[in-house]
């Protein structure tokens, strides 16, 4: 687990091998952010009509991405 | 058991208020989704589903010596309430055991963002049972079962903490 100063990143690793990532970000300004491997799960940003993952988090948001299996 | 609000939290709050009426509404959809994709099993309080802003009380259903004796104890212990809202009185505090106080606890939808609400819930809830679920039993994080817990703290205007 990583953690920024007011977000966090979070991994599992789930039955079939896959790895589950979300990043939460509950500042009032965007934080920097390494775009987790896999495919976007889930962008919160994206509901908002804002832009997209380039390298940090929206403000206020939460993304998750699904690595498949080695 | 993951969960944003509970019972106890609210309904021990003097006037029974909910998360949605104490914080960013886009802070809460962003801690919403980090609730219902984290694998642990989420806990959504009535009417969380459709932002319901409907207090929820505390009410019970004394009667008899109890319901006097409950009066009595609930009366001691508003009284040394601290930080109330501003204009609120503990006297304000509605009586647990008057009918209406449990009938004013029905969770109704927001007007305004129940709709939003309830889509971000199915999305989400979509999302955790066909992708997640199947792969939850047996998972783990930084390599050991999800039985562990995380601990996160924060200190106000300073970094947070997080232990795993």
């Known amino acids: 687990m990583r953690r920024a100063r007011a977000g966090a990143v979070a991994r599992w690793r789930l039955a079939d091998g896959s790895v589950l990532t979300i990043a939460c970000n509950l500042a009032r300004e965007p934080c920097p952010i390494e775009r987790p491997d896999g495919r976007l799960l889930f962008d919160i940003a994206r509901r908002r009509g804002r832009a997209r993952l380039h390298g940090r988090l929206e403000r206020l948001a939460t993304v998750a991405f699904l690595e498949p299996p080695e | 058991m993951l969960f944003l609000q509970n019972h ?86 509605p009586d647990p055991n008057a009918p209406q106080t449990f009938e004013r606890s029905r969770p109704a939808a927001d007007g305004e963002q129940g709709t939003r609400r309830r889509a971000l819930y199915s999305e989400l809830l979509a999302l955790r049972a066909a992708i997640l679920m199947p792969h939850l039993d047996g998972a783990t994080c930084h390599g050991r079962p999800c039985g562990g817990h995380v601990q996160a703290r924060s200190r106000a205007g300073g970094w947070p903490t997080v232990r795993s």
Do not use: K, W
């Open chain 2, 8 to 93: 106890d939290q609210i309904g021990n709050r003097p006037f029974g208020d909910r998360l949605i009426e104490r914080v960013d509404p886009e802070a809460l959809e962003a801690a919403i989704a980090l609730q219902l994709l984290c694998p642990q099993i989420p806990l959504i309080f009535m009417g969380e589903e459709s932002a319901s802003r409907t207090p929820f009380l505390y009410f019970t259903d004394h009667h008899g010596e109890l319901a006097e004796g409950r009066a009595r104890g609930t009366a001691a212990r508003v009284r040394g309430l601290r930080g109330l809202p501003a204009g609120e009185t503990a006297d304000a505090i």
